[in-house]
């Protein structure tokens, strides 16, 4: 009897070892069926993901390590999985369309000290950690994997320090190696988004989404065909050094990346998959993934910016010296209203030098008697600062600049993603939102949700964008850049890319002049991106000398909306070509541009607009485009879409552009 007694306690004692250590596995499927994604719950956390049957990634090991020496795996014991469906949709406050469709299925694996939640939605997968502790606690590391089933090429952004210090600090502006996986370089890391193309042609991007208060996610090879994650750790000192002793640098760290609040839910992890590239250039998961805005937002204005650092402040016809002084401001206001362009930016130079203080202002500039004038026109003023600058005292700056009357700030020179970086983000557009002021991120990581719960984060830059053109060389190529860029960089937001270059260049005539810059492609490309690159706020880089100049160029870019109520990607190949159409009110606007290669596409106009007839304004390239980049023609057009009339044929000349506005009769 006692023999049967113990035997029983033994094996009750060892009941929560069996039951967390029990193989458990659990399927869940995109609304539409196409993605089918397997969850082992048991001895170790992995899953698998394949579309239409086909795998696309094999059993990858997910995990996150405490400090307290515990972990969030398998070996927790698990209690339960809850499912749940979602379908319906919510307004977008400033975004790539006006009412956003939410679809998707949700498994919760729960454990005893964490749920690990998973979504399908019919583009893509994601999950996340939650945190089921009523302590604060420490994230030591975290373990996610992405075993890809087949060698698939990569495109990849890879890291490039700042610094040999800090192999962190870098300017997430990195152009694509194009190779397969297996070529990863060794041991470097990639920045997110990354993008893999499989056998079949289908495309497949990994990046992340409600990023607040967590450091950024890297990736690197784990050998053959796969990656996993890599974070920055926290930092233990930071000291001000850097380009003009406005950023911090990272001297040493702790050895874990995060501190947590009790219950603290950690970043969500996407992996999209495409089966036809054009989808990524209307894919909504980061923003779906992102928790959504509480209040009043009404009072976030997009819109353009005459920007005066690209251009060198080289106005030309005045009489007056240009430079960075206030008669130089008062003609680039005086531009802006005329043309019905929303604001000015005061960019590099108009605070003192090396001082890292954004009350220091020079003597060339009565910052109050600028800030004046331009809201007498109905213009507003974004200042640039140096994220040092900005750091020092964010309530007193944005409190101070606001009373004045200054509308925004471009802050640039973060170049980081560790946690306390990522905080100073929410933590400024939090501020900044307080006191009604705008935030566009330059020095910048890439989008990872922010612009959700803060739509006053109206930009961020994380692109090579056309301010490589003022230093680059020649064999830089910014054509095929562009044509890659939406299908990677874009999938996961906005973009600072600040086009609108009047000086254009083919691809033999293209060089550096950084007083005097031009674009590589022609100035068609430079109308039509527009239209293509997603950017609530968007700079014509220019100097208004050069755009008054070119009268039909500068009517179509300041009137361009920068905020759609509907979005259509049209057809694209990345790195070869890519057609978007976007709504404003009753309006459609289309922006196409290719590589170096002359392309002629057959526009669909059935997948955006009603049968009907339309007044089409033109921007195509000239004739001559190919030897002359600032070769265009404008043409007003009368097109019918009916059942049996509906493509539109558009021809570009190697590395050219095309842009059209649909308008009902």
Request: negative net charge; contains cysteine.
């Amino acid at each position: 009897m006692k023999a049967r007694f113990l035997s029983g306690l033994a094996a009750l004692l060892l009941l929560p070892f069996c039951l967390a250590a029990a193989p458990r596995h659990f399927d869940l499927s995109s609304p539409d069926g196409r993605l089918h994604l397997g969850v082992d719950a048991a001895p170790q956390i992995s899953y698998t993901l394949d579309c239409g049957g086909t795998a696309v990634l094999s059993p990858s090991i997910l995990s996150v390590s405490l400090g307290d020496g515990s972990a969030w795996n398998g070996a927790v014991r698990f209690e339960k999985a809850v499912r749940r469906s979602v379908n319906g949709s919510f307004s977008a406050a400033v975004y790539k369309r006006s009412t956003v469709q939410e679809r998707y299925e949700e498994l919760t694996l729960r454990y005893k000290t964490f749920d690990l939640v998973f979504r399908a939605y019919d583009s893509g997968i994601a999950w996340r950690f939650v945190s089921r502790s009523k302590a604060d606690f420490i994230v030591r590391d975290e373990q996610a994997e992405f075993r890809f089933a087949q060698d698939v090429e990569a495109a990849v952004p890879y890291v490039k320090p700042d610094s040999p210090r800090d192999p962190f600090l870098n300017g997430f502006e990195a152009y694509y190696d194009i190779h397969p996986l297996s070529a990863w370089k060794q041991d470097q890391k990639a920045f997110l988004p990354v993008s893999f193309a499989m056998d079949n042609g289908w495309r497949v991007n990994i990046t992340e989404s409600d990023l607040l208060d967590y450091p950024g996610m890297y990736l690197r090879h784990l050998g053959g065909t796969a990656l996993g994650g890599l974070f920055a750790p926290y930092p233990k000192l930071i000291e001000q050094d850097g380009y003009n002793k406005l950023q911090g640098i990272v001297r040493t760290t702790e050895d874990y990346i995060a501190r947590q609040s009790a219950g603290a839910a950690l970043p969500w992890r996407i992996v999209a998959v495409a089966e036809e590239d054009r989808q990524l250039l209307d894919n909504d998961l980061v923003y779906l993934l992102s928790r959504p805005a509480e209040g009043d937002w009404s009072w976030v204005k997009p819109g353009k910016v005459a920007w005066d650092w690209w251009n060198n402040w080289n106005l030309y016809g005045v009489d007056f010296r240009a430079g960075i002084n206030t008669q130089t401001y008062k003609y680039y206001i005086d531009f802006a209203a005329a043309q019905g362009i929303e604001y000015v930016i005061l960019d590099e130079g108009w605070a003192v030098n090396l001082q890292a203080d954004l009350f220091q202002v020079i003597p060339e500039i009565d910052l109050p008697e600028i800030v004046n004038y331009a809201n007498s026109k109905g213009v507003g003023i974004i200042l640039w600062a140096g994220y040092w600058a900005m750091n020092r005292d964010v309530e007193g700056i944005c409190k101070h600049f606001s009373e004045m009357g200054v509308k925004g700030f471009k802050i640039d020179f973060m170049n980081r993603d560790d946690q306390l970086m990522v905080d100073f983000y929410r933590n400024t557009a939090e501020i900044a939102a307080r006191y009604h002021l705008l935030v566009d991120y330059h020095g910048a990581f890439k989008p990872s949700g922010l612009q959700r719960p803060y739509p006053n984060v109206i930009n961020h830059e994380g692109v090579a964008g056309l301010e490589q053109m003022k230093w680059a060389q020649p064999t830089v190529d910014q054509v095929t850049y562009d044509v890659q860029i939406p299908f990677i960089r874009m999938f996961a937001g906005p973009l600072d890319y600040t086009q609108g270059a009047m000086r254009n260049a083919t691809r033999r005539n293209y060089r550096p002049v950084n007083t005097e810059p031009m674009s590589q492609g022609t100035r068609c490309r430079q109308l039509a991106e527009y239209v293509i690159f997603e950017a609530p706020l968007t700079m014509l880089c220019d100097s208004p000398s050069n755009y008054l100049a070119e009268p039909e160029c500068l009517r179509w870019m300041a009137a361009v909306p920068t905020v759609w109520d509907e979005t259509v990607a049209l057809d694209g190949k990345l790195g070869d070509y890519a057609a978007i159409a976007r709504r404003k009110g009753g309006d459609w606007y289309v922006g196409a541009m290719t590589d170096w290669d002359a392309r002629d596409l057959s526009l669909d106009l059935s997948a955006f607009l009603p049968e009907g007839r339309y007044s089409v304004e033109i921007f195509r390239d000239g004739p001559n485009a190919d030897r002359a980049a600032r070769d265009f023609l404008h043409d007003m057009q009368t097109v019918t879409v009916s059942a049996s009339q509906h493509t539109l044929p558009i021809h570009m000349a190697p590395g050219g552009g095309w842009t059209a506005k649909f308008t009902r009769l």
